[in-house]
């Protein structure tokens, strides 16, 4: 019984080191995309809307990382 | 977060169906379809004002498929254009206030917070796109030339044909399984006024998937169907 516990505890730990080291590779591919970004615009302001079509495309496709590591942290917790 | 599961024999094997799934996912289907009939019904040279809209939804389609995707590509549109408008309309299905009905079990929200229904769009996704291959290319879709090169590109292609799914699939089921997450531990925290913010960004991510899983399936038909010049 108490090691059942033991490993349901240690889920919750691994659920939180998931989702932290999976926000650090969203969190630098938002900035990395987000600097494409300002660099373009500042370089042809006339290019903004259109570039920031393309910069919602790949912060979606790049925070999607992160989500990934979100459904292995709920699947750890059972949430799902 | 929980569903509601629903569970039958057939020949001894049991079957599970997540029934508040299926239940938003025909409601999603009949608005879209009730749409197009009413549309369609009376179609006329000068269009009324509802025509005119619907004209323009499809020219936002021709114009994506024109940038992604330049040469014979209007075969594709019907698929790629329903996939956009069905996946937009279940995820905008998450923020109307449809959890008042009480089920059994689970919910009616969002019917693309369940990897089921979106694991079944990614692998239509697959074989669509297999399938203009085969049109466009005959065999040479699978083995593009019989040297080392080759046989390596094989194999990388068909592994991404197993990856390209997964990824599909739980790109779009994380993002409204974490925004309805999101939007319950926000209620936990404070249940005044919180969770509007990240309500109306979850209007926001509704768009931008569609987009996504739209672009993606254009990104892949066209990879796959469209020959080389040499």
């Not at chain 2, 990897?115 to 399938?131: E, F, G, H, P, S």
């Amino acid at each position: 019984m108490t090691e059942v516990t033991t490993i349901t505890e240690f889920a919750k730990l691994g659920a939180g080191i998931a989702m932290g080291f999976g926000a650090i590779g969203a969190g630098l591919g938002i900035g990395v995309a987000t600097k494409g970004l300002m660099d373009g615009v500042s370089r042809q302001p006339e290019v903004a809307g259109k570039a920031f079509g393309f910069f919602l495309l790949g912060a979606a496709l790049s925070e999607a990382c992160a989500l990934y590591a979100f459904v292995i942290a709920a699947k750890l917790v059972g949430l799902f | 977060m929980e569903h509601w599961l629903y569970s039958f024999n057939i020949a001894g094997h049991t079957f599970s169906v997540n029934l508040d799934t299926i239940i938003t996912m025909w409601l999603a289907m009949a608005f879209l379809i009730v749409i197009s009939l009413i549309v369609t019904r009376k179609a006329q040279m000068v269009p009324s004002r509802t025509q005119a809209a619907c004209e323009k939804i499809m020219e936002f389609f021709w114009g994506v498929m024109d940038t992604m995707m330049p040469g014979k590509n209007r075969q594709h549109v019907p698929f790629v254009a329903s996939l956009f408008l069905f996946i937009l309309t279940a995820n905008l299905m998450g923020q109307l206030p449809l959890r008042i009905i009480h089920l059994k079990h689970g919910e009616l929200a969002s019917p693309t917070n369940d990897i089921n229904l979106t694991a079944a769009l990614a692998i239509l996704v697959l074989i669509y796109y297999i399938t203009a291959g085969l049109k466009a290319k005959k065999g040479k879709f699978f083995i593009h030339e019989f040297s080392f090169q080759g046989i390596i590109m094989f194999l990388v292609e068909l592994l991404e044909m197993f990856t390209r799914p997964l990824s599909l699939a739980i790109r779009l089921f994380a993002n409204i399984f974490a925004g309805e997450v999101l939007v319950a531990i926000c209620l936990g925290i404070s249940a005044a006024f919180l969770p509007i913010p990240v309500m109306i960004f979850e209007l926001i991510v509704a768009f931008i998937q569609a987009t996504v899983f739209m672009m993606l399936t254009i990104a892949y038909v066209s990879s796959a169907a469209q020959t080389e010049e040499h």
